[in-house]
């Protein structure tokens, strides 16, 4: 099986130059946190919401008459396959459902990073847009000599997903272990505020500091204060008159005339 990560990670940077894309937050103490901080965490397959994650049809292992030593080479990609992190992440920043799903009923926030830096991660084995079909993936010799390399059989294991999640128009950086990732603080460009999300300190409930900081609520003065200094943009979400849509209007920084910047 052919693999040239570099060529890869090269094509990938050029076909994603100028892309952004958007990551939903429940907008706690630890989201803000971890995005002050410059890092994501990048779960395996097993941890994401998804029970489907990582399953597919295996027709190699379970072939007669195969030779040993090419399926110890495939137990182990599979086992690496396992162990790797998936950031996931959204071509769209306006979907109702992720905003109800993935930033607390509207009251978190949205970040769009610029896709070519975030790519510049060098524990970034590979990235993806999710395919979405009917059926599991099956890897057999088929599909092996098809995709001829370990990226793309690591694509069709990690990259295919039910149809039933069509609407989260995703796209996946894989990374080559799972928990912690940090990335350049230019890959985050904008931050989407939910319609519902509290806009100042005042906003806040006041037993709000007694939460754990996973379900801790921050407001929109309390991003930008952590922000300040950076040049990102702030967006508030609200519903479309007379539709189903959502759209946003950009806001003021509260912080704008603040000069720390960190790059």
């Not at 603080?185 to 007694?210: C, Q, S, W």
Request: glycine share 4%; with cysteine; net charge neutral.
């Amino acid at each position: 099986i052919k693999f040239d990560l570099k060529l890869v990670l090269i094509f990938n940077i050029i076909f994603y130059k100028n892309m952004n894309v958007y990551k939903y937050r429940f907008g706690s103490k630890r989201d803000l946190d971890s995005l002050q901080q410059n890092y994501f965490y990048a779960p395996n397959s097993l941890e994401l919401n998804d029970p489907y994650e990582g399953i597919f049809i295996d027709e190699i292992l379970d072939a007669t008459g195969l030779h040993h030593l090419f399926k110890n080479d495939f137990s182990r990609f599979y086992k690496e396959v396992k162990n790797y992190g998936i950031y996931s992440l959204s071509k769209t920043e306006k979907d109702e459902l992720l905003w109800a799903y993935y930033a607390n009923s509207h009251k978190g926030f949205c970040i769009e990073y610029d896709l070519e830096i975030l790519l510049k991660i060098k524990s970034v084995n590979l990235n993806c847009i999710v395919q979405y079909d009917e059926n599991l993936p099956k890897l057999n010799f088929s599909s092996v000599f098809h995709h001829n390399s370990i990226s793309k059989l690591t694509k069709l294991i990690l990259g295919t997903k039910s149809k039933r999640w069509l609407h989260e128009d995703e796209i996946r950086i894989i990374i080559n272990h799972f928990g912690k990732v940090e990335y350049d603080a230019r890959a985050v460009k904008a931050i989407y505020f939910g319609f519902k999300m509290p806009k100042t300190y005042l906003d806040l409930h006041e037993n709000n500091m007694k939460l754990p900081n996973e379900l801790s609520p921050v407001c929109q003065e309390q991003v930008m204060e952590a922000m300040k200094g950076r040049g990102i943009k702030y967006f508030q979400m609200k519903l479309k008159s007379n539709s189903y849509e959502f759209e946003y209007t950009e806001i003021e920084d509260l912080f704008k005339n603040t000069n720390t910047r960190i790059f």
